[in-house]
């Protein structure tokens, strides 16, 4: 007989009476005596195999062999079973397999755990026998929808007129955001490779090219601090285009989700997405990722807590800061100790300390009602729209920390009050700064990378006021996750340098750095843009997964090392000299 010639999990009630050949691994055993009962798993599901010793000693005898995770070849005859052995929580549970032949292929050792969905086991035994893990159903299915949603991109971005393009994992170190991984030469010693943290110089110099629209699933490698939605190395969908504006490139990637929904999760999103700027995000939600699937908003009271005389609210205000907050509807229940540790979610941030008014039947209790006239105390809860119940939480400071603290304030306000956050919420964050000062190194830094075209009237405001001017970037956003970035890059080589100076780098710099591009730039380069996306968070967002590590098939832990393989790990002294190489 041959292996198999249908698949485990699609068996129905149609099916009753044809003889199947089916292959797979024993999921459990159950001996009942003269009737063995066998549940049989393939990637697709499980059905139950029947072994009887009154038809079928010497099969039989087989079956009292098996153990978990054995894997083995059965043939038989589909039955329907009868009405009280139906089982509901299975697709084949109406039916069994009474087997008349079988062949064990593999013994199977103990399994350090079950592979089963709802486990308790700890992640680092999960990623040592990843290919254990892996068996699990939840599993399986998270990387089946990577493959479906890699397919829809494909499909979308081909008959969109795009050419996936390979570009180069082993490149040169350049200044793009994170630490490089970096790859010795044998054949020029002392000199490193750089492994990509994306494609971009690569993906610009194929619109100098002519390709016009490109893509590519694509590797990227970052040596950074991880984190649940980071690993060293990942995936990215990765598009470039030419002769297009912010809209044309927006539009084009709304088209690919509301695609890549639809085929992998039967899902209709609603388009256009919305669209805020950086400031806009900032200013309401406290963050440039803000989860719009449920409001909160922040309020600015700042005129207002100007004209108290509470000290810290008028000190902040006559030094250029912002008094701001949040309504907490219901979180009048909230202790004086639930307040501080709201604030030591705002304070990762810099928030000194949270001013909290409790809205109650009889009025207002807050360390502001002796320093505040009750016309004033009225004006804020109307700003807020305060009802009885609610709590207003205040951070008085400077915007920079206000902001930030007010969203993290927000996330942990809708986690305690457990609100309701479901569906698909996408955004596009644009206008974003082109600058931030670096105080550490005392410089201007790209807040997106040196390509970005900033949003000026004249290359002399890139000297008079870099820190005020905005850019052509978005950033897409889907339930407070950033999925990517990209925006529309420099295409005026004299603006690039200028750019480049205003980033301090000096032109032996340049040239080492990016030689090569600024060179290309002269051969006729097109108006561009494109962006990045990320493909495991978003796998991860789709499969209502909380970490990317669960949507790749044999990802690193959150020290970046491998259990499975013990990568990173020593090499012999023969391997170092020949890259003359010597460790500390």
């Not at 000693?57 to 059965?74: C, F, I």
């Not at 082993?170 to 994306?198: C, I, M, N």
């Not at 790749?552 to 259990?563: E, H, L, M, R």
Request: glycine share 8%.
């Amino acid at each position: 007989m041959g292996y198999r010639d249908e698949w485990c999990g699609n068996f129905r009630e149609e099916s009753v009476g044809r003889r199947a050949t089916v292959a797979g691994w024993v999921q459990r055993r159950r001996d009942h005596g003269g009737l063995i009962f066998v549940d049989l798993r393939d990637r697709t599901g499980i059905v139950q195999l029947v072994f009887e010793a009154e038809s079928s000693p010497a099969v039989h005898a087989q079956a009292e062999e098996l153990r978990s995770e054995y894997v083995l070849t059965a043939t038989g005859t589909v039955l329907a079973r009868s009405p009280e052995r139906i089982n509901p929580n299975l697709p084949t549970g109406g039916v069994e397999i009474v087997v008349e032949s079988m062949k064990i292929l593999a013994a199977a050792a103990t399994p350090p755990f079950a592979p089963e969905d709802d486990l308790d086991v700890d992640e680092t035994l999960r990623l040592k026998y990843r290919y254990i893990d892996l068996r699990r159903p939840r599993m399986f299915h998270n990387l089946l929808l990577r493959h479906q949603l890699v397919q829809s991109v494909r499909r979308y971005l081909g008959g969109q007129g795009f050419i996936d393009v390979e570009t180069p994992i082993l490149s040169k170190s350049t200044p793009e955001g994170a630490r490089d991984f970096l790859v010795p030469s044998r054949l020029r010693p002392g000199e490193f490779y750089a492994l990509p943290q994306s494609p971009q110089l690569f993906k610009q110099l194929l619109m100098i090219a002519g390709f016009e629209r490109y893509y590519q699933i694509a590797r990227a490698f970052r040596d950074e601090d991880l984190r649940a939605d980071r690993q060293p190395e990942h995936t990215q969908i990765d598009i470039e285009m030419s002769f297009v504006d912010e809209a044309d490139i927006q539009e084009m990637v709304e088209g690919m989700f509301v695609s890549a929904f639809k085929d992998a999760l039967d899902v209709e999103l609603s388009r256009p997405f919305p669209r805020l700027t950086y400031s806009e995000a900032m200013a309401r939600y406290g963050s440039d990722k803000p989860d719009l699937r449920f409001g909160m908003e922040i309020v600015d009271v700042t005129d207002l807590a100007g004209e108290m005389e509470f000290r810290v609210f008028a000190d902040t205000v006559s030094g250029g800061g912002v008094v701001r907050g949040i309504r907490a509807e219901g979180g009048a229940r909230f202790s004086r100790k639930d307040v501080d540790d709201l604030a030591s979610e705002a304070a990762v941030f810099g928030a000194k300390g949270l001013v909290p008014v409790w809205v109650e039947e009889g009025g207002t209790r807050s360390p502001l009602q002796k320093f505040s006239r009750p016309e004033q105390m009225q004006i804020l809860l109307d700003r807020f729209g305060a009802r009885a119940g609610d709590i207003l939480l205040l951070i008085a400071d400077q915007k920079g920390v206000a902001e930030p603290s007010l969203g993290a304030l927000r996330l942990a306000l809708a986690s305690r009050l457990a609100i309701e956050r479901k569906g698909w919420s996408f955004a596009w964050i644009v206008d974003f700064p082109m600058f931030e000062y670096d105080g550490r190194e005392k410089r201007l830094k790209a807040q997106h990378h040196p390509f970005t075209k900033p949003r000026i009237d004249c290359l002399e405001d890139l000297q008079k006021r870099p820190l005020e001017l905005g850019t052509y970037a978005y950033d897409l956003v889907l339930n407070g996750v950033e999925l990517g970035s990209g925006s529309l890059r420099i295409s005026d080589p004299e603006m690039q340098e200028a750019v480049f100076s205003a980033l301090g780098l000096t032109e032996p710099e340049i040239e080492a750095k990016f030689g090569f591009l600024v060179e290309a730039m002269d051969y006729g380069i097109p108006p561009l843009g494109g962006i990045g996306l990320g493909l495991d968070r978003t796998v991860m967002l789709m499969a209502g997964e909380t970490s990317i590590r669960d949507v790749i098939a044999f990802p690193k832990t959150a020290s970046g090392s491998c259990p499975l393989t013990d990568a990173p790990s020593n090499v012999t002294a023969d391997q170092l000299r020949e890259l003359r190489i010597k460790t500390i």
